[in-house]
């Protein structure tokens, strides 16, 4: 069983449905990350929070919001989103800090599917 | 041309091969280095951390060439259950900036 626990598993919205992605973990890692798969695909980075401060963003459109609301949480806010935006949405977590080499922990993530 | 490249593959072997896997990455500050696995329709799942004196885990072997900024893994006696995607992961500096190749797909035949 995975140690970082995604909520729904599977999510099928609206492109004006608005709905958040929630991921949990209690390992007491201070770095957190999203990730979008899609098929066949790597996961693609799209936000790391470091101590519940966001410190990338990868250019993602506005209609992914993230938040970081205590250190064992992470959200994802969508809204309006676009059929291209169905994908495995991946939550992970590490030890946070310089020269760390530590690995992280996936969730099993939610399955995203616009129609 | 992109942070961390692997052949995507496929690698299809018969049981009891060893089969060995490369990736290469562009920003020679790059930090720390992994092996994940993935299943179809699965998380990743860690595999093993590379070190930089080359590290064994049973039949997997991780190295790491610095100089040449590649990483590899190499797999030994291959088993049905070793079929998977094999992906290459990076952190690029402090900013726990993590990237992934695009994965090598392996199939291990009977």
């Known amino acids: 069983d995975t140690e970082v626990t995604q909520t729904p598993k599977h999510l099928v919205m609206g492109m004006t449905n608005k709905k958040s992605l929630k991921c949990e973990q209690h390992m007491g890692h201070r770095a957190m990350y999203w990730y979008k798969q899609k098929a066949k695909k790597p996961p693609e980075l799209m936000f790391v929070?470091?101590?519940?401060?966001?410190?990338i963003n990868e250019s993602v459109p506005s209609r992914f919001s993230p938040e970081c609301p205590n250190s064992s949480l992470l959200n994802l806010h969508l809204h309006a989103l676009q059929p291209e935006d169905s994908a495995l949405y991946l939550c992970?977590?590490?030890?946070?800090?310089?020269?760390?080499?530590?690995?992280?922990?996936f969730g099993d993530g939610t399955r995203l599917s616009i129609l | 041309r992109k942070e961390v490249e692997q052949d995507p593959g496929p690698f299809n072997v018969p049981e009891g091969a060893t089969v060995a896997f490369n990736c290469t990455y562009s920003n020679s500050a790059s930090q720390s280095f992994f092996w994940y696995r993935q299943d179809c329709r699965k998380e990743p799942k860690l595999l093993m951390s590379v070190y930089s004196s080359g590290n064994e885990d049973g039949r997997f072997t991780a190295q790491l060439n610095r100089a040449s900024q590649y990483i590899s893994l190499l797999i030994r006696d291959s088993k049905l259950s070793d079929s998977a995607t094999y992906l290459c992961?990076?952190?690029?500096?402090?900013?726990?900036?993590?990237?992934f190749g695009a994965g090598t797909r392996l199939t291990v035949k009977p």
């Open positions: 992961v990076v952190r690029l500096d402090n900013n726990n900036d993590m990237r």
């Open positions: 929070y470091s101590y519940e401060k966001l410190s």
């Open positions: 992970a977590s590490s030890q946070a800090g310089a020269g760390g080499g530590q690995p992280q922990h």
